[in-house]
Nanobody, 118 residues
Framework: QVQLVESGGGLVQPGGSLRLSCAAS????????LGWYRQGSGKERELVAQ???????KYADSVKGRFTISRDNAKNTGVLQMNNLKPEDTAVYYC????????????WGQGTQVTVSS
């Protein structure tokens, strides 16, 4: 089992910034891919950003140039820096860890609310 605990959500005005953290219960080097997903009201969950164990990253087109995903290996933590936030970024953000244990296993955090509003 892998436990993930998110923090850093909240209310911010359009154009503002937030930094989300995801603390993992295991050595972050062993996570095949660490990602952030979000689910807005009435919408499906979508991938926002992901970083692999090799350091490869990918982003949703809607957040490219505004969001940055990284890993703090010393703290076993994944970080999503979100800048120039827009109202459409409002959603519950979930941390995800993909483990390669012969087959792929997915683990999820409990989610953290991000609300962008004036």
């Amino acid at each position: 089992q892998v436990q993930l605990v998110e923090s850093g959500g909240g209310l911010v005005q359009p154009g503002g910034s937030l930094r989300l953290s995801c603390a993992a219960s295991i050595n972050i080097f062993s996570i095949n891919a660490l990602g952030w997903y979000r689910q807005g009201s009435g919408k499906e969950r979508e991938l926002v950003a992901q970083v692999t164990s090799r350091g490869d990253t990918k982003y949703a087109d809607s957040v490219k140039g505004r969001f940055t995903i990284s890993r703090d290996n010393a703290k076993n933590t994944g970080v999503l820096q979100m800048n120039n936030l827009k109202p459409e970024d409002t959603a519950v953000y979930y941390c995800n860890a993909k483990m390669d244990w012969g087959a792929e296993y997915d683990f999820w955090g409990q989610g953290t609310q991000v609300t962008v509003s004036s």
